[in-house]
């Protein structure tokens, strides 16, 4: 699950890290990384999570969160209630870089997010995370 400034996307993989299930909704309940508006995010999710379970045919009840590289604490644990409001429990926080790479299986480059509100950047060397950051020109600036 991804609550970005522009939109809100849940991607759902299969067991072999392949997409199955997208669904995304334009919103501006997040900017720059930070939840504005947490009633209306979690509304979002809750109705993009049924219609990916009813595309499916599963209940999904476990979800990756992917945040803007930085992010402190305080900010990902809204972004984890907001998840959980939906009724899906939490199970890892990534960067929205390292998220992307989960399906792209960088081992030794650059992955660029360009969202709507920031820019995240991480350098894998052998499959691994070895710098991050994020700034502040994305695609609204």
Same mark, same amino acid.
């Given at each position: 699950?991804d609550?970005?400034?522009?939109?809100?996307?849940?991607?759902?993989?299969?067991?072999?890290?392949?997409?199955?299930?997208?669904?995304?909704?334009?919103?501006?309940? @997040?900017?720059?990384? !930070?939840?504005?508006?947490?009633?209306?995010?979690t509304?979002i =999710?809750?109705?993009?999570?049924?219609?990916?379970?009813?595309? %499916?045919g599963? +209940?999904?009840?476990e979800?990756?969160?992917? =945040?803007?590289?930085?992010?402190g604490e305080r900010?990902?644990?809204?972004h984890?209630?907001?998840?959980?409001?939906?009724?899906?429990?939490?199970?890892?926080? %990534?960067?929205?870089?390292t998220?992307?790479n989960? =399906? !792209?299986? @960088? +081992?030794?480059?650059? @992955?660029?997010?360009?969202?709507?509100?920031?820019?995240? !950047?991480?350098?894998?060397e052998?499959?691994? =995370?070895?710098?991050?950051?994020?700034e502040?020109?994305?695609?609204?600036?």
């Amino acid at each position: 699950v991804d609550l970005g400034t522009a939109y809100i996307v849940i991607v759902v993989l299969d067991k072999n890290k392949k997409p199955v299930a997208c669904e995304m909704e334009f919103a501006q309940v @997040v900017r720059d990384g !930070l939840v504005v508006d947490f009633i209306g995010a979690t509304n979002i =999710v809750r109705k993009l999570k049924k219609k990916i379970e009813d595309k %499916l045919g599963v +209940e999904l009840e476990e979800a990756a969160i992917a =945040v803007p590289p930085g992010t402190g604490e305080r900010d990902i644990a809204t972004h984890k209630y907001v998840v959980e409001g939906s009724g899906m429990e939490v199970t890892a926080v %990534l960067d929205e870089p390292t998220a992307a790479n989960a =399906v !792209l299986g @960088v +081992e030794n480059g650059v @992955v660029v997010d360009v969202g709507g509100g920031t820019t995240g !950047l991480s350098i894998f060397e052998d499959g691994k =995370v070895i710098y991050t950051v994020d700034e502040a020109t994305g695609g609204t600036q």
